[in-house]
C-alpha cells in the first residue's frame, strides 16, 4: 500500500484516530456528600457493596470513595471479616 493510498483508508469505528479519550467525570464519594451514612462494620449489608464475588476489597477508582473513606472502608471489612460477619472468600 502506497502512502497516498493511506488517506482513503476509513477511521477505526467508535470515534477519532486515537488521539484523546474523554473521560468521564468523576462521581463524589457517598459519605463525603450524605454525613448521616457512617461506616460501620457491624452493618454487613451496607459493607457488601465494597467487597467483590471473590472476597476482595473493591479499589477506590470503582468504587468511587475518597482516601480517607476508603481506609476506613478496608478496616471496617476486615473487622467484619475476622468477627465472622463477611466471609474472607467465596465458596
Partial sequence: MKDKD???VPPPPGGDMGG???RARRRGCTYCSD???????KDPQSLRYFVTERG???PRRISGACAKH??????AVKRARN???LPFTSN
Avoid: H, M, T
Wanted: hydrophobic fraction near 40%; avoid cysteine; aromatic fraction near 8%.
Fill in 83 to 85: 468477627i465472622a460477619l
Fill in 20 to 22: 484523546s479519550f474523554r
Fill in 56 to 58: 476482595k476489597i473493591v
Fill in 6 to 8: 493511506r488517506g482513503s
Fill in 70 to 75: 476508603q481506609r476506613e472502608i478496608q478496616v
Fill in 35 to 41: 454525613e448521616a451514612q457512617k461506616i460501620d462494620y
